[in-house]
């Protein structure tokens, strides 16, 4: 009955190890896109794209890394990006797959999620959203 007793309790233990681990995980990951905006954006990134911010959202599985990008376009170029929107998608994503950076967030399963504004006509053009099946 004891033996019983002291599983149960190890495996409570266990779990609240498990779960604080996982705050201070997406804690350290809230922290890090904060201090990353604050040092590094706004940033050019080319011509017309600019790296407003990162965020990151913590959720009930791990959490979610939003970028922001604002596009400085023309009406021609505004036009020749909607016909290539499914390029951006794969783009975005053989990004989430190499890149050294994101690597931790990847074994963490964080969902990634791109966000594209239009500064001349303040709307939103795109938004891509990516999750831990998309990636692996």
């Not at 990353?36 to 913590?58: G, H, K, R, W």
């Not at 023309?74 to 036009?79: C, G, L, N």
Request: glycine share 4%; hydrophobic share 40%; net charge negative.
């Amino acid at each position: 009955m004891y033996a019983r007793i002291y599983n149960i309790v190890l495996g409570l233990v266990a779990v609240l190890l498990l779960a604080s681990c996982q705050e201070k995980r997406a804690q350290r990951f809230e922290r890090e896109a904060r201090e990353y905006t604050e040092t590094n954006c706004p940033q050019q990134m080319d011509a017309v794209t600019c790296l407003d911010s990162i965020v990151f959202v913590p959720n009930e599985q791990v959490g979610e890394l939003v970028l922001y990008y604002s596009l400085q376009l023309t009406e021609e170029q505004r036009t020749a990006l909607m016909n290539k929107l499914g390029d951006i998608n794969d783009m975005n994503l053989r990004l989430i797959r190499n890149s050294v950076p994101f690597t931790k967030y990847r074994e963490a399963g964080v969902s990634f999620t791109y966000i594209y504004h239009d500064v001349t006509l303040g709307d939103k053009i795109v938004e891509y959203h990516f999750t831990k099946e998309d990636y692996q």
